[in-house]
């Protein structure tokens, strides 16, 4: 479990990270996102002990990072973004090292030989570091993270040189360890981060902008409740049937995309499910629903929004739930 408690890092006059609190519980996966200089990088480096806070607590398994390092670390394995390779060892010389380093009580040969499993560097653990490719050596940086199986990971970019079947081993892999540790990933690629993660918090100006699923912040932000349907059938009465549907706030027809065939766009009012009577209404009248698709923003929409919009922050419910219990 990982806790941060007003956490804040100044730089003389610049506040780099500003008074930022959230939880990541045991199983969790959490996506850290910000735009370059928004305190991301900040934050990671405080949360593994690399650098000093201001003020402000992090706790990792209820021991405070600066209070006691050298426990707080042992829980913790940290995959920078630039891997802390040795490059003129051997993959399994270097594993070994890191091993020693962490002082490691699993059995050797068997947790090393598990890590290379799940890392998939088996086939090149006997060749020097510095002539593997990309890819290889940001899986001997996860590789390094995974040793000593800490209840905490860290990964900053964990995905990146990887081609695309290596990615997603990595993603599986992730998902699979997000069972049974605490997970905090930071990437650009934002698909990634949807894929992955069960919340996501985006941090800007030092600050947490955004904090809640990906489906909730979709909500909060565009206040959208929109549908996307291709119909086949005739333009004004399909316009005139789906504007009388309980709960339709707006129905517009688009231009024609297939013979006898025009998309329909649709807004319910906030919590109301169209779905169904769409569905009734075409059968009902002969028409066919060739397709229909939610218009809700995506990762990358709401990324873009929450960056870029002035004073624009969204919270997790929970959090403000738990402030008013405590000031109750």
């Known amino acids: 479990m990982i806790e941060v408690r007003n956490l804040t890092k100044h730089y003389g006059d610049k506040h780099a990270v500003n008074d930022i609190s959230f939880t990541v519980e045991d199983g969790e996966i959490l996506g850290f996102l910000g735009p370059n200089g928004a305190g991301k990088s900040t934050t990671m480096n405080m949360l593994t002990g690399y650098i000093s806070s201001t003020s402000g607590q992090a706790l990792i398994n209820g021991v405070d990072i600066l209070e006691d390092p050298i426990k707080a670390k042992s829980y913790i394995g940290y995959l920078p973004e630039i891997p802390p390779l040795y490059v003129d060892m051997t993959v399994k010389s270097y594993l070994q090292y890191?091993?020693?380093?962490k002082k490691c009580k699993l059995p050797r040969r068997a947790h090393l030989n598990e890590?290379?499993?799940l890392t998939k560097v088996?086939?090149?653990?006997?060749r020097i570091i510095k002539n593997l490719s990309k890819g290889y050596k940001q899986r001997v940086g996860l590789a390094q993270a995974l040793i000593g199986?800490?209840?905490?990971l860290i990964l900053d970019e964990p995905t990146v040189g990887l081609d695309p079947?290596?990615?997603?081993?990595?993603?599986?892999?992730?998902?699979?360890l997000g069972k049974n540790h605490t997970v905090i990933l930071s990437s650009h690629i934002l698909s990634e981060i949807q894929a992955v993660c069960d919340r996501i918090i985006i941090i800007n100006h030092g600050i947490i902008a955004a904090h809640d699923t990906t489906e909730n912040l979709s909500r909060n932000i565009s206040n959208d409740h929109r549908l996307i349907a291709r119909i086949e059938g005739p333009r004004e009465e399909i316009v005139k049937a789906l504007r009388n549907i309980d709960g339709i706030k707006y129905c517009r027809a688009d231009m024609e995309?297939?013979?006898?065939?025009?998309?329909?766009e649709l807004e319910a009012a906030p919590g109301?499910?169209?779905r169904r009577d769409l569905f009734r209404i075409v059968s009902e009248n002969n028409?066919?629903?060739?397709?229909?698709?939610?218009a809700e923003m995506t990762l990358e929409d709401m990324f873009l929004k929450i960056t870029m919009g002035e004073g624009l922050v969204i919270e997790n419910p929970a959090d403000k739930a738990e402030e008013k219990g405590a000031q109750a």
């Open 149 to 152: 199986n800490p209840p905490v």
């Open 272 to 274: 109301k499910d169209i």
């Open 287 to 294: 028409w066919v629903l060739l397709s229909s698709r939610s």
């Open 165 to 176: 079947q290596q990615i997603l081993e990595i993603r599986t892999l992730i998902k699979k």
């Open 115 to 117: 890590v290379m499993s």
């Open 122 to 126: 088996n086939d090149v653990q006997d």
């Open 257 to 264: 995309r297939e013979p006898g065939a025009y998309e329909y």
């Open 98 to 101: 890191v091993y020693d380093l």
